[in-house]
């Protein structure tokens, strides 16, 4: 891949990335319907997988209304035709378990489709914890 080629890509990426934000803040299905693959599969902060549909649904339906998200420090890189996205995102949500907030380290994988778009397979999302004097660590 040549530098200038790299530098598209890239800007591809950060544009779908701000786009895939302001649809999540928004509850704009419509958009994420066209930014995540069929086969999309997410691992959220708490362990449990979330297809595409079950994403798609739980925006619609307000049940996660994110109220702000505040990205940071991210970094891309590409593998041929995926795209691996790293970013710290500080959030605010209403969820069927209450108000969350805090910060989270995410993983977002894009591979681009037979038309040439980019399309997102997966997402991973994991809460960043303060340490503390009296935490242990989750890995022994």
Request: charged share 25%; hydrophobic share 30%.
């Given at each position: ?10 800007h591809?990426i ?18 994420l ?10 691992i ?12 798609l649904?739980s ?6 209304h994110?109220?702000?998200i ?11 035709t ?9 959030i ?20 681009r ?6 399309k ?9 914890r ?9 890995f022994h």
């Amino acid at each position: 891949m040549s530098l200038a080629q790299k530098h598209e890509n890239r800007h591809e990426i950060d544009q779908l990335e701000d786009e895939w934000r302001e649809a999540v803040l928004t509850s704009n299905t419509r958009v994420l319907e066209t930014l995540l693959a069929d086969d999309y599969m997410a691992i959220t902060p708490s362990g449990t997988l979330q297809s595409r549909d079950e994403t798609l649904d739980s925006l619609r339906t307000g049940r996660v209304h994110f109220t702000t998200i505040t990205m940071s420090d991210r970094k891309v890189r590409f593998y041929g035709t995926t795209a691996l996205v790293t970013s710290l995102a500080s959030i605010q949500a209403k969820t069927p378990d209450g108000q969350i907030s805090g910060s989270y380290r995410y993983t977002r994988v894009y591979v681009r489709d037979a038309q040439g778009g980019w399309k997102i397979v997966s997402f991973e999302a994991s809460r960043v914890r303060e340490p503390g004097p009296h935490k242990r660590s989750e890995f022994h």
